[in-house]
Each structure stands twice: as C-alpha cells, then as structure tokens.
C-alpha cells in the first residue's frame, strides 16, 4: 500500500498501531521511490535493538534495527521476516525525543555516530535548533525522500497518555507542532507514520486528550498554521 501511495507521488499516512508497523511501511516507502529514504524517528525510544539485545523482547522495539543494513549482521535468523531486506543507512536516520534507552542502543548510537537528539539535546538547544540539525545530518541535500516516523510517546505524558510505554519528561504538544512546522517548509515529507496510540490505556478523557494531540500533529504537518486557524 505505503509504496503504491508513495510511487504515485502522493504522501502515504499510517496510523498505528504499534511501532514495529514501520517496518512495513519505511520498507514499502523505499521500494515506492527511487530517492533514498532518510528517516526521521520522533520517540521517546530509539527502538534499535534486535531480538537478542531486546530486554522486553517486545517487537515495537526492534523496527529501526530491521531497517538499517548496518546491523544486519547483528540479527540472528528472522525466519518470519524474508520478505524485509534492510534498505537505509543508519546515517540516514535521525532521533529527536530519546530519554529511555538500552544498553545495545546506546552502543549502536555511539558506534555510527548517529544524528540522535535527547530531551537533554532539546532542553540545551531547543527544539527549533535541533530539528534543523537532524535534517541537515540525515538528508545534507535535502534531495532525499522523508519518512517521519511520530511515536506520541515522544509527547510528554500529560500530552498523551494512552501509550503503552510512556515515559515522563517528554516534548510538549508545542514543540513537536514545531518539529512540524519545519518538516513541512522542507517540502521533503513523503510518509508519515503515527503510533502507539492505545486509548484502552485510560479513561475517556485521557483517550481524547491523546488522540487530539495526534491531530494537531498531522494536521500541522499539513499546513495548519497556529496564527490563523481555530485550535481544535
Ligand atoms: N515503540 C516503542 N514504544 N518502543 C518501546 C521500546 C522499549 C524498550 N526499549 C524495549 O525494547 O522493549
Ligand atoms: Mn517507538
């Protein structure tokens, strides 16, 4: 489907869903063009590690690993996965959010000297600041086709609270509007993915509050300016 929408020139949304969807959809995206991907990993995880460095062994933890041809040799045998052949390189792929990582990830990090951006990296910088810096690092060229990848556990989780694995101290609705703003003025955005919205994980209230935080999102991603239009 993310590469029939894609190859049509049109930009593919996804609404998850767990994170380990963007498996799917980043590979269907890249097969869909004939630019290189660069992925942008908005989450409070960085969602790196294998089946074997996996703490949880939870796949929503696993997707960016299956992605990159780096680490393909640090995968044990995937025998459900033949279908998937990593397609990015992990210098193409940026974080903005992290503030809970393990151990194997951190490494990975590290070892590739990933563009990869903290809540430390926000609170120093700003997120204004650090978002140029991801996209300047994982697309230099701006010629390379973006999949943004939106975990709403990157929010903060008075922001949204029906996520299975929140963790405080996260961005505010406000600076991911802004991560946005910028994404949308490159004019470089070909799929977006948003995840890990589980409204089973709270009251009524709680279910609204998050779901109308992934509105403002996409449809500041799509234009909707802060100045002139109503909040909704
Ligand atoms: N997409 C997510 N919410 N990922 C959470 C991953 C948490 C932890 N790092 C794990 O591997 O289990
Ligand atoms: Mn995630």
Known sequence: MVKEVVSSGRIAVNLGGDHSVAVGTVDGHSRGTDKRVSL??????????TSS???????????????????????????????????????????????????YEREVLKRFNVAAYGMEEVDRYGIVEVTKM????????????????????????????????????????????????IVRDTGTLSALDVVEINPLLGNDRQAETTVRAAVHVIKTLFGRCRFDSAPS
């Open 40 to 49: 942008l990993w908005v989450d409070a995880h960085a969602d790196l590690n």
């Open 53 to 103: 460095s996996s703490p949880s062994g939870n796949a929503h933890g696993m997707p960016v690993s299956l992605l990159v041809k780096e680490l393909e040799e640090d995968w044990p045998d995937t025998p459900a996965m033949e279908w998937q052949r990593p397609r990015l390189l992990i210098n193409n792929v940026g974080f903005i959010g992290l503030r809970d990582l393990d151990p």
């Open 134 to 181: 991801a996209l300047n690092r994982i697309n230099p060229d701006g010629v390379n086709a973006l999949h943004l990848s939106f975990d709403v556990d990157s929010l903060d989780i008075h922001e949204a609270p029906c996520t299975g694995t929140p963790v405080r101290g996260g961005l505010s609705l406000r600076e991911a509007m802004q991560v946005m703003e």
